[in-house]
């Protein structure tokens, strides 16, 4: 049984009770009391109602036994989705998710819409609809909501003795009692802690609206369901539910859910890397000028670096474009080293100082890998304490990733798209666990050759965005044709990004010139 009603007033309102039972004691006598018993929902007496029918239940008293019309709703946690391609579909399957017991159901006919009366019975009776199916599954359904009485729009139903039907006319409510017996009229159960977003056109799920209405869920149509994106206010809501053709996992509504409710917003405000952003970027690691602009100021200097490349792009879009630090943290190098591996880690501790205040500062991190000869994923994994921050995401440079026999110059890196899997496998598992909003990884690429079997890259864990990034240097018009032979038979990646070098290009594309490249990057950063 589901009540909203506040505790003072449930005690308020049983005090008029007894005080009513009383009079009516005095006024009619014991006897004549006996033919007035009706459940109180609040304190588990009876109250009036009318006299015994055929068909009601008894006491050892002999004293009708009303029948609760109250539907009682069954709890998500904390969120559901069902999946639907029709109206009928998705009443058949809300009342089954959201109702533990239905005393009372209204059965419509497949072409009922919102102005059929069943629609109007069952907002009356707060009770779900379900549409009679083809392959016979309602009297399985009615049985699992323990179904007492149906009230029918169409034919008659082929439905166990045991369940009354009643054929929706002037007189329903009279039958409804003639079947039933006394009965105790159900109240709408309201809670605005509850949210419904249905994928589907404006009010083209009526009977659907109806039996989550019934369940205590107001219908909120929306064109695509992303919870980060479209409903970024339900830091408040306990239970949601999604209704669509194709709904998202429920494990990503849960990851989405949580990121609301801790309420992690990213960089520019939102949950949404490229909801109406854009990013530029200085590339480079701490104290080392030669491996980029981010490397020749110290980290204040860099800061202010970063904002005024940003405020030259901020004049030529309407989207908010981000500061972002793109810090190499394992750096490729001439020599073996200890292990081995031709690849210099910088140590957390020296990158947080650095990541965190350009968190502070309302900036992006990416933290870019040049693995020499061990993988991708072995190198994310020691940077996890800074990708457990909602502000930093990973790069992956495959340039750097080299066989056993490889050196750094002697020959391109590559990478296969298995590798690449394994991170975003393990970056966007981690995104989930701790409930984080959604991450960039960004793919650095000059030729096709850098990565194997690029088709075969995973874009589609909706915790990350994954962005290709053009790293050519030289000509515009080299750079041009590499931007282009990228782009054929591409992934379906979030965004793009564009590397303008202020050394090795000729010339080093304007802000204006670089925001006039076909599709405009969603990237842009500067080595």
């Not at 929902?41 to 009036?48: P, S």
């Not at 107001?218 to 709904?247: C, F, G, H």
């Not at 995104?431 to 990884?441: A, C, D, Q, T």
């Amino acid at each position: 049984m589901v009540t909203t009603e506040p505790t003072a007033s449930r005690r308020s309102r049983a005090v008029r009770n007894t005080a009513l039972i009383a009079a009516l004691v005095a006024l009619l006598g014991v006897g004549a009391w006996a033919t007035w018993a009706v459940i109180d929902r609040d304190a588990g007496q009876e109250i009036a109602d009318g006299d015994g029918h055929p068909g009601s239940d008894k006491s050892p008293s002999g004293v009708p036994q009303p029948v609760d019309l109250q539907p009682v709703r069954a709890e998500l946690e904390p969120a559901a989705a069902v999946q639907a391609d029709s109206d009928a579909s998705a009443t058949n399957e809300l009342a089954q998710l959201l109702f533990e017991s239905a005393p009372v159901v209204v059965v419509a006919a497949k072409n009922a819409d919102a102005k059929s009366e069943g629609v109007e019975v069952a907002q009356q009776l707060a009770a779900p609809i379900l549409v009679a199916s083809a392959d016979d599954e309602l009297p399985e359904i009615l049985a699992d909501l323990s179904t007492r009485a149906v009230l029918r729009s169409g034919p008659e139903l082929d439905l166990p003795n045991e369940v009354a039907q009643i054929e929706i006319s002037a007189n329903w409510h009279e039958d409804l009692r003639a079947e039933l017996g006394p009965v105790v009229e159900a109240e709408p159960i309201s809670n605005p802690q509850s949210r419904a977003f249905f994928e589907a056109e404006e009010g083209s799920l009526p009977l659907a609206e109806v039996t989550a209405s019934a369940a205590g869920f107001a219908a909120e149509y929306v064109k695509t369901i992303s919870l980060l994106a479209t409903a970024p206010d339900l830091t408040k809501v306990s239970q949601l539910l999604v209704v669509s053709a194709d709904p998202p996992e429920t494990q990503t509504l849960k990851w989405q859910y949580a990121v609301l409710n801790q309420e992690k917003t990213l960089p520019g405000g939102g949950y949404e890397l490229f909801d109406g952003k854009r990013y530029v970027a200085l590339y480079g690691s701490p104290d080392v000028p030669a491996l980029g602009v981010l490397g020749q100021r110290d980290l204040d200097g860099a800061i202010k670096l970063a904002q005024k490349y940003a405020d030259k792009y901020q004049k030529l879009t309407d989207d908010a474009v981000i500061p972002t630090f793109e810090v190499i943290a394992t750096v490729a190098s001439a020599g073996a080293g200890q292990d081995g591996q031709y690849s210099n880690r910088l140590p957390v501790d020296k990158l947080r100082p650095w990541v965190e205040a350009a968190g502070e500062a309302g900036y992006y991190v990416l933290l870019d890998l040049q693995p020499g000869r061990t993988d991708f994923l072995t190198q994310a994994k020691e940077y996890r304490q800074l990708l457990e921050l909602p502000h930093v995401g990973l790069a992956l440079d495959p340039e750097w990733r080299l066989k056993k026999d490889q050196k750094h110059l002697q020959q391109i890196g590559s990478v296969r798209a298995k590798e690449v899997n394994a991170v975003s496998d393990w970056l966007a598992e981690l995104v989930r666990k701790e409930g984080l909003p959604p991450k960039m990884l960004v793919l650095h690429q000059f030729s096709r050759s850098m990565i194997k079997d690029r088709a075969e890259v995973a874009v589609d864990h909706p915790e990350l965005s994954v962005v290709i990034h053009a790293d050519g240097q030289g000509t515009q018009q080299a750079k041009t044709d590499t931007w282009t032979t990228l782009h054929s038979n591409a992934p379906a990646v979030t965004g793009w990004g564009w590397k303008n070098f202020l050394k090795e290009d000729h010339p080093v594309l304007s802000p204006k010139e670089t925001y006039k490249i076909d599709p405009v990057p969603e990237l842009v950063t500067y080595q």
